[in-house]
T-cell receptor, first 113, second 119 residues
Framework: KQEVTQIPAALSVPEGENLVLNCSFT??????LQWFRQDPGKGLTSLLL?????REQTSGRLNASLDKSSGRSTLYIAASQPGDSATYLC????????????FGRGTQLTVWP | GAVVSQHPSRVICKSGTSVKIECRSL??????MFWYRQFPKQSLMLMAT?????????EQGVEKDKFLINHASLTLSTLTVTSAHPEDSSFYIC???????????????FGEGSRLTVL
């Protein structure tokens, strides 16, 4: 079984700060690691997907890195904005169960003006 | 990215009734769909995995007679909560994985979720 842990559980910062959200997983035999955003009462929006052969992915102000050997991934958010306020979920699969994701509990981010 | 649609987004029902939630992949064929349940301030818990044309595989502790899953076509999976009770109230989210060649390998696309409230 894959266990995913996210730190911190909650984060509150002023607008403009650069942020790092952490994710760790126990089984390094993964195919993919995905970062999602979830707004209150809504479904999940995929932010970044890192395949096992990759070390990082970037999209706009977001950058996600993957270190399989240490079982860690980080999501870096540059120049945070109030619209970034949401819960960020990290999910990893296991190589033997392609597509089935194991989720962390998320980091609840609040960016205040 | 690919689009997955869930319906209804919200449903309120009386205890003892059955509720059906639909999950559709709108612009791709979903060979595998996953159903998750999410409690307030908790992460997503996988309930079952369904492959088109075969029986769903349920996670330990999930009652298959309670949560009926049907994946009759490559674009539609349904979750029926039978004889719903207040403890079944939750947020249910489906996700779909496309056939090889659709999206990145193993990438999942999620629906918007369905909020079930059982009175």
């Amino acid at each position: 079984k894959q266990e995913v842990t996210q730190i911190p559980a909650a984060l509150s910062v002023p607008e403009g700060e650069n942020l790092v959200l952490n994710c760790s997983f126990t089984d390094s035999a993964i195919y993919n690691l995905q970062w999602f955003r979830q707004d209150p009462g809504k479904g999940l929006t995929s932010l970044l997907l890192i395949q096992s052969s990759q070390r990082e992915q970037t999209s706009g102000r977001l950058n996600a890195s993957l270190d399989k050997s240490s079982g860690r991934s980080t999501l870096y958010i540059a120049a945070s904005q109030p619209g970034d306020s949401a819960t960020y979920l990290c999910a990893a699969d296991r190589g033997s169960t392609l597509g089935r994701l194991y989720f962390g509990r998320g980091t609840q981010l609040t960016v205040w003006p | 990215g690919a689009v997955v649609s869930q319906h209804p987004s919200r449903v309120i029902c009386k205890s003892g009734t059955s509720v059906k939630i639909e999950c559709r992949s709108l612009d791709f064929q979903a060979t595998t769909m996953f159903w998750y349940r999410q409690f307030p301030k908790q992460s997503l818990m996988l309930m079952a995995t369904s492959n088109e044309g075969s029986k769903a595989t349920y996670e330990q502790g999930v009652e298959k007679d309670k949560f009926l899953i049907n994946h009759a076509s490559l674009t539609l999976s349904t979750l029926t909560v039978t004889s719903a009770h207040p403890e079944d109230s939750s947020f249910y989210i489906c996700s779909a994985r496309g056939a090889p060649g659709q999206g990145k390998r193993g990438e999942l696309f999620f629906g918007e979720g369905s909020r079930l409230t059982v009175l």
